[in-house]
């Protein structure tokens, strides 16, 4: 059974920095040939894909509203997913969501695992 469990998450001023987590089981990173990656969705808006990794390489992809600010890593040992989130702005509040197995480049697909969820509030 896949898991992905999130933390990390919290409050913070605009312009700080928060640094989550990913804990994957079930799944091994390093045979991936798909990417897995963070996903957020604000209140009233659609979920976006934000910020990949394919494992076997480790190429990144990012959405051009984080490059820059927000660095997405894996530890292979430890099976993790990470993401260090820099000059944060109030409009990156959303729930964060850590995800494994989708086509990199791609929209996440029925096969596509999927974390729980950590709330990242940014205020001005």
């Known amino acids: 059974q896949v898991q992905l469990v999130e933390s990390g998450g919290g409050s913070v001023q605009a312009g700080g920095s928060l640094r989550l987590s990913c804990a994957v089981s079930?799944?091994?990173?390093?045979?991936?040939?798909?990417?897995v990656g963070w996903f957020r969705q604000a209140p009233g808006k659609e979920r976006e894909g934000i910020a990949a990794i394919r494992p076997r390489n480790g190429v990144t992809f990012y959405v051009d509203s984080v490059k820059g600010r927000f660095t997405i890593s894996q530890d292979i040992a430890s099976n993790s997913l990470y993401l260090q989130m820099d000059s944060l702005k109030p409009e990156d509040t959303a729930t964060y969501y850590c995800?494994?197995?989708?086509?990199?480049?791609?929209?996440?697909?029925?096969?596509?695992?999927w974390g729980q969820g950590t709330q990242v509030t940014v205020s001005s």
């Open positions: 079930g799944y091994i990173l390093r045979n991936s040939f798909s990417c």
């Open positions: 995800a494994a197995n989708f086509l990199c480049g791609n929209s996440p697909g029925p096969t596509t695992f």
